[in-house]
C-alpha cells in the first residue's frame, strides 16, 4: 500500500491501493471512533460498489445506510444537498459519526460540503472512483456546490480524514471518464513538472496508471500543505480552470465534461499568454498534442465574448480583478492579475 502525508492543519493520509474498498472498514476504525457511516455515492456508482464498501464496514461492526442521488453535474446543487441532509438526520448520525463520499468529483464535493455543514461539521472520508477524483479532487479538502451563476460558487474548506484511491474502480469507467480525468493529470505536468509532462507526451499514461496517481497526488499534496486555503501558490491548481468553469457554465454544465472544458481553458488560456509574450511560443501547440493524444477536445464552439462573459462570477474574482493562472513555459507558472472589464482583450489579445 502506498500512503501520502497531507499536512494540513487537519492533517491526514493517502491511501492508494488496488482493492482498497474491501478494507474500508477497518480504515475508519483507524482513523475514527465512529458507530454509524452513511456511505453517499450516485446512480452510477452504486450499483457497482455501494454493497461491497456496506459489507465492508458491516464486518467490521458499523451501521450502515447509503444515500444515492442522481448521477452528473446538473445534480450538483443545494436541493441535493438538502436530500442528503434528511438521510444524516433520519440516520440519526451524531458528530462522532462518519461519511463516506464514494464516487467522483461530484459525489464528493457534495458529500464533503454536506460533511462540512451538517451539524456544523462531522467527518468524512473520501473514496474516489474516477480519474479526476483520485488524481484531484479527492484531495485538498475542497468542497462546494454549484449554483445557477456560477460553478462552485458555494461551499468551503474541510479536510476529510483520508483518502482511499482504488485504482481497480477504474476499469469500470467509460473511456470518456478517464479521457476527463486525464485533463487534470496534463495540468500537473503542465504547472508543476516538465519531465512529468513529457512522459505524458508519450500516451502511455494509462499504462503506469497507479505511478500517474501518486505523481498527482503527491505535487498537489505538496502544494495543499503549503497554502491550504488557496491564498497563493493554490491558485496554480486552477491552470485552465477559470476558462474552462466559464464553458461549462454557457452549456449548463451538460454536453461537455470538467475535464473537457479544462483541456480547452488551458489551451485558450496559454494561447493568450503566447500572444503577450509571456508565455513561450509553441507551449499552447505541446499542450494540445498532449490532450488530442488522451481523447480531449482543444478548441469549442463558444465565442470568445461568451466566455468572458460567462467567467465575470468565476470564484477566483477578487473585486474588480480575476486570478489568472498562466505558464512562463511547460512546468513553470503564476498567477496574473486582469482588471474584468479586460478580460475579453487579454484572451483575444
Known sequence: MKTIHVNT???????IERDILDCCGKIIKEVSSAQKVTVITDSNVAPLYKWRVLNALAEEGLTATAHVFQ?????????TVAEMYNTLAEFKMTRKDIIIALGGGVTGDMAGFAA???????DFIQIPTSLLAQVDSSVGGKTGVDIVQGKNLVGAFYQPKAVLIDPNTLNTLPDKFI???????????????????DELAKGTALDNIEDVIERCVTIKRDVVSRDEKESGERMLLNFGHTLGHAIEKIYNFTGITHGMAVAIGMVLITKAGERRGITQNGTADKISEVCRKYGLPTTDNASFE???????TDKKTVGTDINLVLLDK????????????????????
Open 116 to 122: 462540512a455543514t451538517y451539524l456544523r461539521g462531522i
Open 306 to 312: 461568451e466566455i468572458a462573459s460567462s467567467a465575470q
Open 179 to 197: 479521457c476527463d480525468g486525464m485533463a487534470e493529470v496534463i495540468k500537473y505536468g503542465c504547472i508543476k513538472d516538465c519531465a512529468f509532462f
Open 330 to 349: 511547460i512546468g513553470s507558472s503564476f498567477t496574473k492579475k486582469v482588471r474584468l472589464d479586460n478580460l475579453l482583450d487579454f484572451i483575444t489579445a
Open 71 to 79: 448521477a452528473g453535474e446538473q445534480s450538483k446543487n443545494l436541493n
Open 9 to 15: 492543519g487537519s492533517p491526514y493520509d493517502i491511501y
